[in-house]
């Protein structure tokens, strides 16, 4: 898509009592409270959505999913289990990309992350580097990170976990 037919997200000059709140949650590593405090923020039309919100929101869901996904494991002794927020963060953001929106370096890595954490490489025909989902990811990680703010450790090592399991 041309870039000249993209669109900003707003970006409000004041935070809302409900990011505030969420951001303070977040931080007490209270990710699920901070995920549901944001759910109707993030569930409106998607070019009213901030930034800000999306991030926290789908970050807080993730590592909600993470944290869930490590104790039914340790409960059931299972030896895998996923994290059961990936589709609906993911939907979210494939929603916003079908708007044609930027999404910033943050919301782009988180984008690459769930899409690395829902595809193992296991999974994945043979060779790994040609499958679809992996080119996102590296879009993503380079495209979307990397080129806008290059000094972001996470998308560095996000990177160097790519190339070094799928290609």
Not at 47 to 52: F, K, L, T, V
Not at 63 to 76: I, P, R
Not at 104 to 112: E, K, Q, T
Request: glycine share 2%.
């Amino acid at each position: 898509m041309n870039e000249s037919h993209m669109i900003q997200m707003k970006s409000p000059s004041l935070e809302s009592p409900q990011l505030l709140l969420a951001k303070n949650l977040f931080i007490s590593e209270q990710y699920q409270r901070a995920s549901y405090i944001l759910r109707n923020q993030v569930s409106i039309q998607v070019s009213d959505i901030s930034q800000s919100e999306l991030f926290i929101w789908g970050y807080s869901s993730y590592l909600s999913g993470e944290k869930s996904s490590a104790q039914t494991k340790f409960e059931k002794s299972k030896t895998s289990s996923t994290n059961p927020n990936l589709e609906e963060i993911l939907s979210k953001y494939e929603e916003i990309e079908n708007g044609d929106i930027i999404l910033d370096p943050f919301n782009s890595w988180l984008y690459a992350t769930c899409l690395l954490t829902q595809t193992p490489c296991f999974s994945l025909p043979s060779p790994h580097s040609s499958h679809p989902i992996i080119h996102k990811a590296l879009s993503l990680l380079i495209d979307g990170c990397l080129s806008q703010f290059p000094i972001f450790w996470s998308a560095w090592e996000g990177l160097s976990t790519l190339l070094t399991e799928f290609f």
